[in-house]
């Protein structure tokens, strides 16, 4: 193959991907023009068109007056504490699965981490729900963070289980006979090490917990605690007619998600794909 | 204690509502998963040999529908697909195919599968760039061996891309299933339509019937059965990648 050709099927590969990629986009430029126009505009001028003044105050009106800053700082709520308390029970269990002598250490990895990840929400909705019912938390954010939490450990134990096993364990058993104890070891030594590791797993927690809502859902009856994923939901079933309205407030719930994977998108592909991609 | 739960499962077969849920979940199958990884698999193998600029670029943007709540997806989606004023039909009569115009959410015909295109919208960038990224791991000799070989192109991807990349494909082939049995196709679904014209699938019947109806036992032997399917397929699919 001449060098000409290759450089004339490499640009033709190009512009396909360069046609995929806006296929992929499309949808969101859609969302974010929809969201600045009048629907009045929309009926006359068609969806395709750009707007001719840009209503930022769709903005204000959809947080203050339809809720969504409620929702929003609801979102908060969940995703902050979800985040945080996983990833602290998930470094204690995997520095547990790699460097502590359990019994039954194999079943209690399989049970708390691959089981952990491979079960969705709507399996275990109604058994949750009745759980905490007898708990008396129903309706209460800590029902929805609750197996929000233990679900999220249980991935960010894999990753750094799978950090843990990565490291030399001369390193380990030095710091042993220098007499520290597991809780120095795990917090002083391996914590700041694993950074990495912490952050792929914070990250995906993140996306995970702001877009989570089907337990929201169950969990939260009561409209002023939902987070945005739901609130959406119910705006949508109250108000559907005004489509830029309907679109702004898709905004606001995507696009924190989308600056936040901007900024930690090799964290993330790489939690999503579990290393298959790096 | 009262064992009911027979009559659950007999009731089961005989639920119509569950059957239509149970084949709206084939066709999200067939869409969130089947096709977007043979899309994926044809993408990839074209391009992951080529030396094209901006691949990271791409990666970033290919990945994007993953970050966003399967609800935003579905509200904007149901813009697209809307009757009047929707995307979709503006572009039709732009091209002058006012014909072609429908209520893509708002019939039976055509609603599961308009649903199902979100789910490759969705998951094709995923595949191409778990494939490109498997590709890059084969080794090169083995391709300039064929070709000395006189192996054709689709030869190559048979015998050497295709196996070699069975790790990558069990992987996208489990996870692409299970989101469309459930969490995923949830919100969209819910999002998009509420479930109406045959667009419902199980997981949006068993949660309607726990907490709308109030039908929690008839719900939970719904799930069980949900769960069931997807860990079997799970280990099936993990079967056939460990083999050989």
């Known amino acids: ?278 | 204690m009262n064992f009911i739960a027979i009559t659950n499962y007999l009731r089961l077969f005989r639920d119509s509502k569950f059957w239509n849920a149970f084949y709206a979940n084939i066709i999200y199958i067939v869409f969130f998963s089947f096709v977007p990884t043979l899309l994926g698999l044809l993408v990839s193998s074209i391009i992951a040999r080529a030396d094209i600029r901006g691949v990271r670029t791409f990666r970033t943007i290919f990945f994007t529908p993953q970050v966003i709540a399967s609800v935003a997806v579905g509200t904007i989606f149901g813009w697209i697909y809307a009757p009047q004023f929707g995307i979709v039909n503006q572009i039709l009569s732009f091209i002058g195919l006012e014909s072609l115009q429908k209520a893509w959410l708002g019939s039976a015909s055509t609603a599961p599968i308009a649903v199902g295109l979100i789910g490759t919208w969705l998951w094709s960038g995923f595949c191409i760039i778990i494939f490109i990224a498997g590709i890059q791991k084969i080794d090169e000799d083995l391709y300039s061996t064929a070709q000395l070989d006189g192996a054709n192109a689709l030869q190559q991807f048979f015998n050497i891309t295709l196996p070699q990349l069975k790790y990558e494909i069990v992987v996208v082939v489990i996870m692409t299933l299970i989101r469309a049995l459930s969490t995923n196709v949830f919100g969209i679904v819910q999002a998009a339509t509420g479930g109406a014209f045959n667009t419902r699938p199980i997981s949006l019947y068993a949660y309607q019937l726990a907490f709308i109806q109030h039908e929690i036992g008839y719900a939970s032997t719904i799930v069980v059965i949900l769960a069931v399917i997807v860990f079997a397929i799970s280990g099936v699919s993990m079967k056939i990648g460990e083999r050989e």
Request: charged share 10%; proline share 6%; glycine share 4%.
């Open chain 1, 1 to 278: 193959m001449s060098k000409g050709k290759a450089k004339i099927i490499n640009t033709m590969l190009f512009i396909f991907l360069l046609i995929l990629a806006s296929v992929i986009l499309m949808p969101f430029l859609i969302m974010l023009l929809g969201s600045v126009r009048e629907h009045i505009d929309i009926i006359i001028r068609g969806p395709l068109a750009l707007p001719k003044i840009w209503h930022f105050e769709n903005y204000y009106i959809v947080l203050s007056r339809y809720r969504f800053g409620i929702y929003f700082r609801n979102t908060f709520y969940i995703t902050a504490p979800t985040v945080i308390v996983s990833l602290v029970f998930a470094l204690m269990a995997a520095y547990s699965f790699v460097f502590l002598d359990l019994p039954f250490r194999k079943p209690i990895v399989l049970i708390s981490t691959i089981l952990g990840v491979m079960i969705a929400s709507e399996f275990i909705m109604i058994p949750l729900y009745r759980l905490m019912n007898v708990f008396g938390i129903l309706d209460t954010y800590p029902a929805a963070i609750l197996p929000q939490l233990a679900m999220s450990a249980a991935f960010s134990a894999l990753i750094l289980r799978s950090f843990f096993l990565g490291l030399p364990r001369d390193f380990i058993d030095a710091a042993l006979v220098d007499g520290a104890t597991n809780w120095r070891i795990l917090w002083s030594i391996l914590a700041p090490i694993a950074r990495p590791a912490i952050i792929t797993s914070a990250a995906l927690t993140t996306v995970w917990t702001w877009n989570s809502y089907i337990l929201p859902l169950v969990m939260l009856p009561d409209p002023m605690k939902v987070p945005l994923a739901v609130g959406l939901l119910l705006f949508r079933g109250t108000y559907t007619i005004n489509i830029p309205l309907t679109m702004t407030g898709t905004v606001v719930t995507a696009l924190p998600m989308l600056i936040f994977y901007l900024l930690f998108q090799q964290h993330i592909i790489k939690g999503l794909t579990r290393g298959a991609v790096d």
